[in-house]
C-alpha cells in the first residue's frame, strides 16, 4: 500500500486503459481501487487529482462507485458508433472546448471505436442511487436492443469514463471498423488535451529526478507487433 500511495503523490492524474480482465478479483482491479480510493481522498481535501477511465477502465469505475455487479452483455465488439449526446454536454467540463463542427460529426458520424462485450444500462445508471447521484451522463449509444452509457464525468470530481476508445482513431491501423477521418482523429486530439490540461492541475512530483527519470516510459522500448494482434505496439515489462 505504501508504494502504491509514494507513487500517487509523484504522478499528476491516473488513466485506467481497456483490456481483457476481471473489474471484480484481478491485480488491475486490486491496483484501479486503491488509485480510486486515494483520489476520492485526494480531492476531497482540495487536492485536484484526475481519473479516466476507457472501455474495461469505464466499467471498472462504474463497478468502484456502485460496489456492484450491474453490466450487461451487449453485441457492441468491434463497431464504430456516433454518439447520442444527451443535454448534458452543454455544461460538461469534457467537451466544452470540441469546435461546433466536432460535436455535430461525433453526433452524425460514426467516429467512436468500441470493442467492448459489457455496458452499463441507461436505464441501470438510472435506478442505482449511487451512479446517478456520482456521474453526469453525456452521451448514450445502442446496440439495437439494449442503450447503454458511453460517455460519463462526475459531478464533484475530475473522474471521466468513455465506454469507447478514443485513442485508437490515431494510433491503431490493423482492424478495419476504426474510424481515421480528420474529424476522427480530431476527437483523440481534443480529448487528449482535455485530459493533460486536467492533470496539468495538480501539483505532485517525483521526490527527485532521478526518480522521476526512472519512472519513465522512455526506458522501455514498444515492440511492433502489426498484424499479429489488435495493437500496432505493445510493452513488454
Known sequence: MEEYKKLFNS????????????????GYERAAKIFYELAIEANSRGDYFPVWGTCLGFEQLMYLTSEKTI???????????????TNEIKDSRMFKDFPAELIEDLATEALTENSHKWSLAVLTHNSNEELNMFYKVLSTNTD?????VSTVEAYDYPIYGTQWHPEKNEFEWTRPYIPHSPSAIKTSFYLAQFFVSEARKNFHKFESEDEESKALIYNYNPVFTGPKSGFEQIYFF
Open 71 to 85: 453490466l450487461l452483455q451487449t453485441n457492441t465488439s468491434g463497431m464504430a458508433l456516433p454518439l447520442n449526446f
Open 144 to 148: 439495437g436492443k439494449v442503450e447503454f
Open 11 to 26: 504522478i499528476n492524474g491516473i488513466l485506467y486503459p481497456g483490456g481483457g480482465v476481471s473489474i471484480i478479483s484481478s
